[in-house]
C-alpha cells in the first residue's frame, strides 16, 4: 500500500475529510463511488461549500468535493461557463447560487 501526502489549505484543515485516507475520496479510473460515507460526510462538513466552490472554480475532474462526484461537479460547472459568458468564475453571483442551491437541496444524511 502506498502512502499519500497530501497539503492542505487552512479551510481543507478544517474539513471532516482529514481524518479520511484521501485515497476514499478518488474512486479507480472508470469507477464511480455512488452514495458513500465520503458524501455522506461532506453533508456535516463545516467547509462543504468552501470546497464545493474551489471543485468548481478549480475544474476538478476526480475525487469527491463539496459531496458531489465528479459528473455531478462536470455538470454544474458547464452549467456555470454558459451562464457567465466569459466572466470570471471565483467570486460570482452565479457560483455562490449554484454552490447555496446545490448544499440545500442535497439529501439529508
Not at 475525487?63 to 461537479?73: D, K, Q, S, T
Request: glycine share 8%.
Amino acid at each position: 500500500m502506498t502512502t499519500v501526502r497530501v497539503e492542505r489549505t487552512d479551510w481543507q484543515r478544517r474539513g471532516h475529510c482529514v481524518k479520511i485516507d484521501p485515497m476514499a475520496f478518488a474512486p479507480a479510473r472508470g469507477e464511480t463511488n455512488g452514495p458513500s460515507v465520503t458524501t455522506e460526510l461532506c453533508r456535516t462538513c463545516p467547509v462543504q461549500s468552501t470546497c464545493l466552490g474551489w471543485a468548481l472554480v478549480t475544474d476538478v475532474a476526480y475525487g469527491i468535493y463539496g459531496g458531489l462526484e465528479p459528473a455531478a461537479r462536470q455538470r454544474l460547472h458547464a452549467e456555470l461557463i454558459r451562464e457567465l459568458d466569459g466572466r470570471q468564475m471565483a467570486g460570482s453571483a452565479e457560483l455562490a447560487a449554484v454552490v447555496r442551491a446545490t448544499i440545500n437541496t442535497a439529501p439529508a444524511a
